[in-house]
């Protein structure tokens, strides 16, 4: 490797994978490859999906803490009289 430019653009090896037969990819690198169009590429953006995850880890504890208020709530409220 000469300089940091060719660092940049240097690939992650896909060429050798297509040479050695490998017709699917799934990446998780942050990176687009460029290869032929019979080669199959799944990218997988681990940041996006754990932003997913964390939201809706949040919903759910959200739900959860309201849902235990509205309990304690009624459990503590004067029961209606007729």
């Given at each position: 490797?000469?300089?940091?430019?060719?660092?940049?653009?240097?690939g992650?090896?896909?060429?050798?994978?297509?040479?050695?037969?490998?017709?699917?990819?799934?990446?998780?690198?942050?990176?687009?490859?460029?290869?032929?169009?019979?080669?199959?590429v799944?990218?997988?953006?681990?940041?996006?999906?754990?932003?997913?995850?964390?939201?809706?880890?949040?919903?759910?504890?959200?739900?959860?803490?309201?849902?235990?208020a509205?309990?304690?709530?009624?459990?503590?409220?004067?029961?209606?009289?007729?």
């Amino acid at each position: 490797m000469g300089s940091s430019q060719d660092a940049k653009t240097e690939g992650f090896g896909e060429e050798k994978m297509v040479a050695g037969g490998i017709s699917v990819i799934w990446n998780f690198a942050p990176c687009t490859l460029s290869l032929p169009e019979h080669v199959l590429v799944k990218n997988q953006d681990l940041a996006v999906e754990l932003a997913t995850l964390s939201h809706h880890i949040a919903r759910r504890r959200l739900k959860q803490s309201h849902a235990e208020a509205i309990t304690a709530a009624v459990n503590h409220s004067d029961p209606v009289q007729s």
